[in-house]
């Protein structure tokens, strides 16, 4: 019986694959799924079996989830059009292979966010419990990266730029959420959980713009722009306007407090203080 990993060509399914192996799963024991598998030859190579899996051909889920034992149900990215109906092709195939455990990806408070990001997760939740097979809930918090990859744009125009006002946000590491999994996918004891993720230290993005300024020494303010014009703003650095919508829309649950989460879990999972804001901006900056 085998741990499948669906999304391993994207960044969080790849780093739980490598936090398994990390965590002494046999390679031979590990199933890593994508869309286009030839991104993740190098996984083959290391004794990783690898195997197409796309959300919208259930004949290849069958296929790719054959003889799982456990599921990591990485959430599909947006846009978000069809979203929900490919993750109930995912269950669907999984409860059909026999998979005993589905850990899936959600976001923090999908049970009552109102973002549009939210609500896809929120209905995937709720298909997992009315299907009735065994499953636990990752709900990931913001990614630092969403911060850090945007340090050369935020530094050329010397201001973060975004319309949460002044919500607090709980963000962490792709790499310590893929710890979690990990943690999830080769422990006992999860089933039916609901972890809220996310870091220890929360940020405010007027916090964010100083912890920039401390980390690189340029002078760095926070823009808080109504959320129409923070979708234009984005629209006009490039996003597709369906993305640059979802992106506002999730900056106005931040201000909400959707984003925000003191439970703890994820330092729990993981054994250790997650990655915080300034570590990944020192990081990030070598």
């Known amino acids: 019986m085998s741990i499948v990993v669906t999304g391993a060509t994207g960044r969080l399914g790849r780093l739980t694959v490598e936090a398994l192996l990390r965590r002494g799963t046999p390679a031979a024991d590990i199933v890593a799924t994508g869309r286009d598998i030839t991104g993740i030859k190098d996984l083959a190579d290391r004794g990783v079996t690898v195997r197409r ?33 490919n993750h109930r092709r995912a269950i669907d195939a999984a409860a059909a292979a026999g998979v005993s455990l589905v850990a899936y990806t959600s976001t923090t408070h999908a049970d009552t966010a109102a973002t549009v990001i939210g609500a896809t ?14 499953h636990v809930l990752l709900r990931n918090g913001w990614y630092l990266e969403n911060y850090t990859d945007q340090l050369p744009h935020i530094l050329a125009h010397g201001a973060v730029v975004g319309a ?24 006992e004891g999860h089933e039916g959980a609901v972890y809220e993720l996310g870091g220890d ?15 690189t020494g340029e002078q760095i303010a926070y823009a808080d ?5 923070f979708a234009g703003a984005l629209t006009a650095a490039g996003l597709p306007p369906e993305l640059a919508e979802v992106l506002a829309d999730a900056d106005l649950g931040m201000a909400r407090g959707e984003m925000h989460t003191a439970s703890g879990d994820l330092r729990r999972l993981i054994g250790r203080a997650p ?12």
């Open 53 to 85: 899996a796309d959300f919208a051909d259930p004949d290849s889920l069958a296929e790719a989830f054959a003889g799982a034992y456990r599921l990591l149900l990485v959430s599909a990215s947006v846009p978000v059009d069809g979203r929900v109906a």
């Open 121 to 134: 997760h929120g209905e995937t939740e709720a298909y997992l419990r009315d299907h009735g097979i065994a």
């Open 164 to 187: 949460a006002s002044d919500g607090r946000i709980s963000a962490a590491s792709r790499a310590d959420y893929a710890e979690a999994a990990a943690t999830v996918l080769t422990t």
């Open 201 to 215: 230290e929360s940020f405010t993005l007027t916090e964010l713009a100083a912890a920039i300024s401390t980390a």
């Open 225 to 229: 722009l109504p959320v129409a014009e």
């Open 275 to 286: 990655v915080t804001l300034a570590e990944a901006l020192a990081a990030a900056g070598r």
